[in-house]
């Protein structure tokens, strides 16, 4: 079973808070071999969606993904950190985490544009939910990335 939960930086216990920090380092460091600052100081200005396994005693954390002001990042909200942990990819939950973010931001900020910096290779997920690449490719720590942006209104 799957918790979801939606909250500000300062609303994590810190066994929730230090597992979504080792589970992001897992996946963006570890598995991706790439040494980046992932503690960018952008944390405290975003809104953390995550699924929490219901059925382990301490925090677990499946998936996660963090929508960044606007303003703080870039002039439109922004979805980042987008990770669904390793024992949890091909169950839908990556797929079920955009799809709340989305509707998230289309309520706090209605017809307002959303940007991402997407992985160059998960341009045809991102395209599922309306964005659309706005950029050439560039590299960041490594690995291809390019920015997407999901106008608004935006028609399925």
Do not use: N
């Amino acid at each position: 079973m799957v918790h979801w939960q939606w909250g500000k930086f300062s609303d994590f216990s810190p066994d929730q808070l230090y597992e979504v920090l080792r589970v992001r380092q897992a996946v963006f460091t570890v598995e991706q071999d790439c040494a980046y600052q992932d503690a960018d100081g952008k944390d405290q200005s975003a809104w953390h969606l995550t699924a929490w396994r219901t059925a382990s005693p301490t925090p677990e954390a499946l998936a996660y993904l963090r929508v960044v002001f606007p303003g703080k990042k870039y002039p439109e909200p922004s979805i980042g950190r987008v990770l669904t942990a390793e024992g949890a990819r091909g169950t839908g939950l990556g797929r079920e985490l955009m799809r709340r973010a989305v509707e998230q931001i289309e309520r706090e900020y209605p017809q307002s544009p959303i940007r991402i910096s997407a992985q160059q290779y998960l341009e045809s997920f991102y395209r599922d939910f309306g964005f659309v690449r706005v950029s050439e490719p560039y590299d960041e720590d490594g690995i291809p990335h390019i920015e997407m942006l999901r106008p608004e209104p935006y028609q399925s």
